[in-house]
């Protein structure tokens, strides 16, 4: 399954991670993960938020590399869009394919 990271600096990532659950939570499910992270899950594409002192990570796993392409655009725009004021930018990761992705 092919997935993709990015790295978006910030000091407020618990507050953008949980800003993208709340938003996306409306429409599909969303687990709170035990180190204030979240998963997100679009059909068969787990998304995982993991905020970090000075940025948040952005793990992406689907099951196609357009599926991959499309749920990145749609995560990365909301979050850049939330974050305007700040000048947030998301830079994804070249996509790795990985035979047995590791569960969270």
């Given amino acids: 399954m092919p997935s993709s990271l990015a790295r978006v600096a910030t ?4 507050r953008y991670a949980k ?15 035990p180190d204030g992270g979240h998963r997100l899950t679009f059909q068969n594409t787990d998304v995982v938020l993991e ?4 940025h948040l990570l952005i793990r992406v796993t689907a099951p196609d ?4 392409a499309t ?5 990365g725009s909301h ?16 996509p790795t394919a990985q035979e047995n992705p590791a569960q969270d």
């Fill in 11 to 14: 000091d407020a990532a618990p």
């Fill in 65 to 68: 590399a357009s599926t991959l």
């Fill in 19 to 33: 800003q993208l659950a709340s938003h996306f939570g409306r429409k599909i499910p969303v687990e709170e993960m």
């Fill in 71 to 75: 749920v990145r655009d749609v995560v």
């Fill in 51 to 54: 905020p970090r002192p000075e």
């Fill in 79 to 94: 979050l850049e869009r939330f974050g305007r004021r700040n000048e947030l930018i998301v830079l994804w990761d070249e």
